[in-house]
């Protein structure tokens, strides 16, 4: 049965330290966006505390939506021997390379190529729950792809990707990474 807890345990902290991935969801004016994220771009640095790197993708909508609604829900889910599904609820907010604080957070985390906001949440409830209808499945690999494919674009090359696919939500609302071009 699901439990609720005011922060992160210190076994849930192990929990999200052993993920290989997470799930990440916001809402803004528009559609409401969730995102699976992985590659190491995740940490829980405190009890009520998650810092983790928004990688460039095909979308740009967590920090849009973190700046007209701070409200973030952030999920694991295991797929291996032991189910559990681990939510922390809270509010968050985005920097962009050039702001105040990028490079704080962003020294928590590996360095990774793409990476184009950080974003701070504040817990405010976690909630466990069973799981056991979750399939059990196993990582094989992390995927590569975007790590070599942001590589071999560049530091030129992301700004023209920023530029051209990155600077308005699904809903055309302005995502903020032009201040960054």
């Not at 994220?37 to 993708?57: C, I």
């Not at 609820?89 to 590996?110: K, V």
Request: overall charge negative.
């Amino acid at each position: 049965m699901g439990k609720r807890f005011d922060s992160l345990q210190p076994d849930h902290l192990i929990f999200i330290a052993a993920q290989p991935m997470f799930f990440v969801a916001t809402t803004g004016a528009g559609r409401i966006n969730l995102s699976p994220k992985g590659m190491d771009s995740l940490r829980a640095t405190g009890p009520n505390r998650l810092v983790w790197l928004n990688l460039t993708g095909s979308g740009n909508e967590t920090a849009p939506h973190l700046a007209d609604d701070p409200r973030m829900t952030v999920m694991w889910c295991s797929f291996g021997q032991r189910p559990l599904i681990l939510r922390a609820y809270g509010t968050a907010r985005a920097l962009h390379r050039g702001d105040a604080g990028w490079a704080a957070l962003a020294a928590l985390l590996p360095d990774q190529p793409g990476a184009r906001q950080v974003v701070e949440m504040t817990v405010d409830l976690v909630q466990s729950s069973c799981g056991y209808a979750v399939p059990m499945m196993e990582m094989t690999a992390e995927r590569p792809v975007l790590r070599d494919w942001a590589i071999g674009k560049g530091p030129e090359g992301l700004a023209t990707y920023w530029a051209e696919r990155n600077t308005l939500t699904i809903d055309g609302e302005p995502t903020g990474i032009e201040a960054n071009l």
